[in-house]
């Protein structure tokens, strides 16, 4: 019997203490599992393993080169059977969710089925499943989802009878709200309409079982970060013959035949697309995710994830000034990823309040999701809270407190928008012993470009608290 206060498997980093503006120490709560989640001790401890035996791939006669080529081949087989491939299915390694979906963007057809090589999405996706259809042979049509998920349905319905689609792209659940579609309902409407279907998975997979052979979905992508296996992989798997003539999604070694001064003969997939030498460790790593999640008994996952996402909602609704944002009113089984707002504060400064006073990590801003926060009416972003495996219903009390507690006092330090962001003024906080870091956040978004990494203040610039 599963004891739900206690995390569904262990996850590397779930004692690690980290520094509070007062000088106190605190377990960190890693609440943001949507963004990045924590590995898997399992995962780590396949890394440490298979790391003596490393060498080149799919290139060398040594035999260090052979074990790690047959740990490669034989992580694609684990990572394509945990979404339930089909025999003539592929399953390419690529780096994360957005690598996959422009990669099939590539391989869309031109339109010999006399759709154009167009695709349809709904306004709800993350840029990753809306950005990378607009290089698609045929463009990409994005349509607004409606208020509820029979609506959105019949929109979809609706579109699919104007014009052919090659492809309807959709999310297996939304990284701001959790929820979805029907996946076998969204599918036997496309199919119908003669479009194929690609899932992405980033959220769907860490938290729920899936497979493409029971859905019928034609193609799945998501992400080893979000899967509990952060070492750089991810995957796109689904039915060959587009993935075999596409185009190669990187030119170079690995992925020919045959190569001439004016010619090349490309291979096919999963090769055709994994030119350079692969990443091992990454794949292995995935895949080992992939055969801890399955390895839970059935249920175990979603009884885990339904119990905090519950503590959760009715904790944060229970709180006067806070808001739940929801896509649709009727969506069923959403994952554990939620998304909030405080009436009249500044998202980034919850979130920094929550994160230097609490420990508790979350995301905010807009989420990669601009057209749904739009038509949601929440321009200035939002707030997520977003749980996992690893997850405990400790951590999550510890953020219904602290937002009591931003209701109830207000906060007790001073902060400031650096770079676009809310930060601490004079943050006292050391970095980590060992880190080799010698600033904090505002450093690192300077670095990057500051808004572009933090969210959507561009009006906070030099306010201060
Ligand atoms: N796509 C990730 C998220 O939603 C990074 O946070």
Redesign the pocket.
């Known amino acids: 019997m599963n004891d739900f206060a206690q995390p569904c498997l262990p996850v590397v980093g779930s004692q690690t203490l980290v520094p509070l503006v007062d000088g106190r120490q605190v377990p960190y709560a890693n609440l943001?599992c949507?963004?990045?989640a924590p590995a898997l001790q399992v995962v780590a401890d396949r890394v440490n393993q298979v790391l003596p035996l490393y060498a080149s791939v799919h290139r060398g006669a040594g035999y260090l080169s052979q074990v790690s080529t047959a740990l490669y081949e034989e992580s694609r087989q684990a990572i394509g059977r945990f979404v339930g491939s089909r025999t003539d299915d592929v399953t390419i390694i690529t780096r994360n969710?957005t690598d996959s979906l422009n990669l099939l963007a590539g391989c869309i057809p031109a339109g010999p089925e006399g759709n154009g090589g167009k695709v349809l999405v709904l306004d709800v996706e993350?840029h990753?499943n809306l950005l990378p259809w607009r290089n698609a042979p045929g463009g990409v049509t994005v349509v607004h989802g409606g208020e509820s998920v029979r609506e959105t349905l019949e929109i979809l319905k609706a579109e699919l009878a104007v014009e052919p689609f090659a492809l309807l792209a959709f999310t297996g659940a939304s990284?701001?709200t959790g929820e979805a579609l029907p996946i076998d309902q969204v599918v036997a409407l496309a199919h119908e309409a003669g479009a194929r279907v690609v899932i992405d998975g980033?959220?769907l997979i860490p938290h729920r079982r899936f497979s493409l052979e029971e859905s019928g979905v034609d193609y799945v992508a998501f992400s080893g970060h979000?899967t509990y296996a952060p070492f750089g992989a991810g995957a796109l798997v689904g039915t060959r013959d587009w993935l075999d003539s596409g185009q190669p999604y990187l030119a170079g070694g690995g992925a020919v035949r045959q190569v001439g001064l004016d010619e090349v003969v490309w291979t096919d997939a999963p090769a055709r697309h994994e030119a350079g030498s692969p990443n091992v460790i990454g794949a292995v790593a995935l895949a080992s995710a992939c055969e801890a999640l399955a390895s839970l008994p059935q249920g175990a996952l979603e009884a885990h994830e339904q119990l905090l996402r519950e503590r959760l909602v009715s904790g944060l609704e229970a709180i006067e000034d806070v808001r739940v944002v929801k896509a649709w009113a009727d969506a069923e089984n959403p994952v554990g990823v939620v998304t909030f707002a405080v009436k009249n504060c500044d998202p980034g400064l919850v979130a920094a309040y929550l994160s230097a006073e609490h420990g508790i990590g979350v995301?905010d801003g807009r989420?990669?999701?601009h057209p749904l926060l739009h038509r949601l009416g929440f321009d200035a972003g939002a707030i997520?809270a977003s749980v996992g495996v690893g997850t405990t219903i400790a951590e999550v009390d510890r953020l219904i407190f602290a937002l009591k507690l931003w209701v109830e006092e207000g906060v007790h330090t001073n902060y400031e928008v650096v770079d676009g962001c809310w930060a601490v003024r004079n943050d006292p906080r050391p970095t980590p012993e060992g880190s080799g870091l010698h600033g904090l956040i505002a450093t690192a978004a300077a670095a990057i470009g500051g808004l572009a990494a933090c969210g959507p203040a561009p009006s906070l610039q030099g306010a201060t608290l």
Do not use: E, G, L, M
């Open positions: 943001d949507a963004a990045s969710t993350h990753a990284n701001v980033a959220q979000k995301r989420f990669c999701a997520r």
